[in-house]
């Protein structure tokens, strides 16, 4: 038989032809037995004894996964998590922010000293410098709260049976159990929970993940999000309710988040997307003691610096930009200025204004920016070199550029709903493979952040509460 | 140290390691490798644990299963022998398709491993075996790993690993990866396994006369037409179910190019995430 040649064509033909002699369903049969013979030797080497901790864990997951309980506690873990992220960043941004500003003035006084052109010091210290001391006092606090707590959450073992709780919410939708994963890591990275999605089977489901995870708000919004929160929202309430106010209005902006993913879901299930929720098993793997250098290294070095390092590179061009487009005039008004004015109907129909939308543009490569991009827009113009606080910013805002409640909160709506960092529309782009899906999840995002800004904004004016 | 993420080698004699066992985690410098050692499991068993412990690596663990989707690789010496470890994406099974099982299954069977270590909870050791059985029947050079025995143990089970490793035909060892025990056990009983002074004689499922005619058939023609293909058994196992991945990939000739592109593959990019830790 060796002496005939042998083409692929042939040899599947032989394999075909040998297929029929087999009976039908042989490999079930093979799989079967293999099975078996895999439960048969497991049962030959494991002894087990009665034990109580397993019976703990049961005990423990019997209210965690609980269809009465499972999901308030699942929103007061984050909520408390929230809330410590912002009472802590609060404490942290004031021993960060302080010593990063004091630095830019005196780097701006020595070269002035110096006689250096005061483009150059105007450049370096009130451009490229100011932009990174703002995405650092904003961002780092937050995140060095944020991310130990999450950390802690998934070494625990408590992802999984968020995953459990949600399921039935996701199959409802047409969407696959595991999507309430990748979401769970799109908190830290979008673009990481897009490429979570390969833990979803079918292709038809793991599109809805990708194109839904953008929902999520990740860290490089979270900081956005508990600033407007901290300084408009809770600003209207007693003090001492601040940072529940402001935790609570972030839980708040992540479950209209959720909603909207579940939202979107159906209506891609239904539609481009079409199809049934498949089933699937989760396994519940047992709690774990978070181990503690574990969780400092990957909170800190993994996802805080990781994070923070990739804000600093696109900050300190863009507040290159920003100064560049702050200084050259045309006609006696910066190139900042022309810009925004043009962009301020088109923002104040969506109840935001010019600058805003014009820090989401030059935001585009990374979203850490946004709230820097903006201050430093608005604190140019009132040149205002001061240390940014809450009273200091709030006054700024409302006094001077007209923000309302509606402005601030139709920015976290836009925040939350608005497109992907670029980062993550090309890792969409290389897990899709497709032109197509990298544009869709551009166009449906954008698409659904001005329809709800521009919905709450004419609510808003109709109602006369603006 | 028991939260450390350094192996402690033990400092007692045992029988099996030899008198001087020497581990040097290497990280990312896996260019000078002299041999291949693929890292195989059902999702959370502890691979990326066993991984990092080795390697000296951070890549992100997580308590969650599905951590791991992507190829990680790198790098230790283990008796002035250095070794490439290829950290493959958890999975339950080899037989479906979805894209993390597909990248474990094809690095096993095209990568050419010199070794697959099968990483596997000792507490659900059944669920487990199902995995191993798969991997072994691609390939003859397997070990398992019985990880998580401290759990085991928290949970009042007993494995006996010296009759797992009778009745699979590989060598089954214990260890508990958090800490680093058994590691230099396993390390060794790899080396072994790839210099075949333990000889492996996998548990493989027989099935029906006629199939196993028909498996005879078609080794031989699968032989002749891929040479130095390392598993005909199993490409014949997939043709006669029908697989059309495996058939089309017979006929565009993209067998041999699959076993070659396996060998370089996503290196970079794995190797960006193991810097990084990020999935």
Redesign the interface.
Same mark, same amino acid.
């Given at each position: 038989m060796a002496e005939t040649p042998f083409t692929p064509e042939n040899l599947l033909t032989k394999a075909e032809e040998l297929r029929g002699g087999l009976s039908t369903g042989f490999r079930d049969e093979i799989v079967k037995s293999l099975y078996s013979e895999a439960e048969k030797v497991a049962n030959r080497a494991v002894k087990t004894r009665d034990d109580k901790r397993y019976d703990l864990d049961q005990r423990i997951d019997k209210v965690v996964t609980s269809p009465i309980y499972g999901l308030p506690i699942m929103f007061l873990v984050l909520a408390v998590i929230i809330w410590i992220t912002v009472i802590g960043a609060n404490v942290i941004s004031a021993w960060i922010a302080v010593p990063l500003f004091w630095i830019g003035e005196q780097g701006k006084m020595i070269f002035e000293t110096i006689g250096m052109p005061w483009w150059l010091t105007g450049f370096i210290w009130d451009g490229v410098y100011l932009g990174l001391a703002w995405v650092v006092s904003v961002m780092l606090p937050p995140m060095m709260i944020f991310f130990p707590c999450f950390t802690i959450m998934e070494d625990l073992g408590y992802l999984p049976r968020v995953a459990f709780n949600l399921d039935w919410l996701y199959r409802k939708s047409g969407a696959h159990g595991k999507q309430s994963l990748t979401m769970a890591m799109g908190f830290g990275c979008n673009a990481a929970g897009v490429i979570s999605t390969r833990i979803i089977d079918s292709p038809r489901e793991r599109l809805i993940a990708i194109l839904t995870n953008n929902f999520v708000p990740c860290n490089g919004r979270f900081p956005t999000l508990i600033m407007l929160a901290t300084v408009f929202v809770a600003a209207s309430f007693p003090a001492s309710l601040t940072s529940i106010i402001a935790a609570g209005t972030v839980v708040f902006i992540v479950m209209i988040g959720v909603a909207v993913t579940f939202v979107v879901s159906w209506l891609l299930s239904r539609t481009m997307l079409k199809g049934e929720a498949s089933a699937f098993t989760l396994e519940l793997p047992p709690y774990r003691h978070p181990n503690v250098k574990r969780i400092i290294y990957t909170s800190i070095i993994d996802r805080t610096l990781f994070v923070l390092w990739r804000a600093i590179q696109t900050a300190a061009p863009a507040g290159a930009a920003i100064w560049l487009l702050a200084n050259i005039t045309y006609n006696g008004t910066s190139l900042a200025w022309i810009i925004a004015n043009f962009l301020n109907p088109i923002g104040l129909l969506f109840g935001l204004d010019g600058v805003i939308l014009l820090s989401y543009i030059i935001a585009i490569p990374a979203n850490e920016i946004v709230v820097p991009t903006m201050m430093m827009m608005y604190m140019g113009a009132a040149a205002m070199t001061d240390i940014p606080d809450s009273a200091s910013m709030y006054t700024l805002l409302v006094g001077t550029y007209g923000w309302t409640l509606l402005t601030a909160i139709n920015l976290m709506l836009f925040s939350l709903l608005h497109n992907p960092c670029a980062t993550t529309i090309m890792t969409i782009y290389k897990e899709t493979n497709s032109k197509k899906w990298a544009t869709l999840s551009v166009v449906i995002t954008l698409g659904i952040a001005f329809l709800v800004t521009f919905t709450t904004a004419t609510i808003a004016r109709a109602l006369g509460l603006v | 140290m028991p939260?450390?993420?350094k192996v402690q080698l033990p400092t007692e004699h045992c029988e099996t390691c030899p008198a001087f066992t020497q581990l040097e985690q290497m990280g990312l410098k896996v260019d000078n490798f002299d041999r291949v050692i693929a890292l195989a499991g059902n999702?959370?068993t502890g691979k990326s644990t066993l991984f990092n412990a080795l390697t000296g690596l951070?890549q992100?663990? !997580?308590?969650? +299963? @599905?951590k791991t /989707?992507?190829r990680a690789e790198g790098g230790y010496q283990f008796n002035n022998i250095r070794y490439k470890l290829v950290d493959l +994406?958890g999975t339950y099974s080899l037989?479906?398709?979805? &894209? $993390?099982e597909e990248v474990a299954r094809d690095f096993i069977l095209f990568g050419q491993p010199d070794c697959t270590i099968v990483v596997t909870d000792?507490?659900a050791?059944? =669920?487990n075996?199902?995995l /191993?059985? &798969?991997v072994m029947e691609i390939t003859d050079k397997v070990v398992v790993a019985v990880n998580l025995m401290d759990?085991a143990e =928290?949970?009042?089970?007993? /494995? $006996?690993?010296r009759?797992?490793s009778r009745? *699979?035909g590989v060598p089954a060892i214990p260890v508990t990866a =958090?800490t680093g025990e058994g590691m230099s056990n396993l390390l060794s009983t790899v080396a072994g396994v790839i210099d075949e002074t333990i000889s492996t004689k996998p *548990?493989r499922?027989n @099935?029906?006369p006629?199939?196993q005619n028909?498996i005879d %058939?078609?080794v +031989?023609?699968?032989e %002749?037409?891929v040479p130095g293909i390392p598993n005909a058994r199993w490409v014949?196992?997939r *043709?006669? $179910? @029908?697989d059309s991945k495996v %058939?089309s990939s *017979?006929?565009n @000739?993209e067998l041999p190019e699959l076993m070659a592109r396996q060998r370089r593959a996503d290196t970079q990019f794995s190797r960006k995430m193991a810097v990084? !830790? =990020? &999935?």
């Open positions: - | 939260t450390s993420n999702p959370n951070k992100h663990t !997580g308590n969650w +299963p @599905g /989707v992507t +994406p037989l479906s398709a979805s &894209q $993390d000792a507490t050791l059944e =669920r075996l199902n /191993v059985m &798969q759990e =928290r949970k009042g089970m007993e /494995v $006996d690993t009759a797992l009745d *699979l =958090r *548990l499922i @099935g029906t006629e199939f028909a %058939q078609l +031989p023609m699968i %002749q037409m014949a196992i *043709l006669l $179910d @029908g %058939q *017979l006929l @000739g990084e !830790g =990020r &999935q």
